[in-house]
Nanobody, 119 residues
Framework: QVQLVESGGGLVQPGGSLRLSCAAS????????MGWYRQAPGKQRELVAA???????NYADSVKGRFTISRDNAKNTVYLQMNSLKPEDTAVYYC?????????????WGQGTLVTVSS
């Protein structure tokens, strides 16, 4: 099995910072990409940031300039540094990985970690 374990969520005031971590473990043949989605109440899940195995990154327009995604390939871990947080960033953040299996590619998802930005 493959498991993604997230950490780092919590309550922070507007303008504050948090860093999310996601570590992948298990029978991993290869990682195509890892990243973060978020889902706020009443809204669809949206891609926040992603990073490929080659280091290319993508960000949602709403977080550009504030969030930074990074990785540690040796640890199969991806991070999301979130700065200048706004109340609109409040959501459950889900780590994901696009993985290479023996015969098929498949997705793995973390359990979700709640980020609440409020005074």
């Amino acid at each position: 099995q493959v498991q993604l374990v997230e950490s780092g969520g919590g309550l922070v005031q507007p303008g504050g910072s948090l860093r999310l971590s996601c570590a992948a473990s298990g029978s991993i043949f290869g990682i195509i990409a890892m990243g973060w989605y978020r889902q706020a109440p009443g809204k669809q899940r949206e891609l926040v940031a992603a990073i490929t195995s080659g280091g290319s990154t993508n960000y949602a327009d709403s977080v550009k300039g504030r969030f930074t995604i990074s990785r540690d390939n040796a640890k199969n871990t991806v991070y999301l540094q979130m700065n200048s947080l706004k109340p609109e960033d409040t959501a459950v953040y889900y780590c994901y990985a696009d993985l290479e299996g023996a015969f098929d590619a498949f997705d793995a998802w973390g359990q979700g970690t709640l980020v609440t930005v409020s005074s």
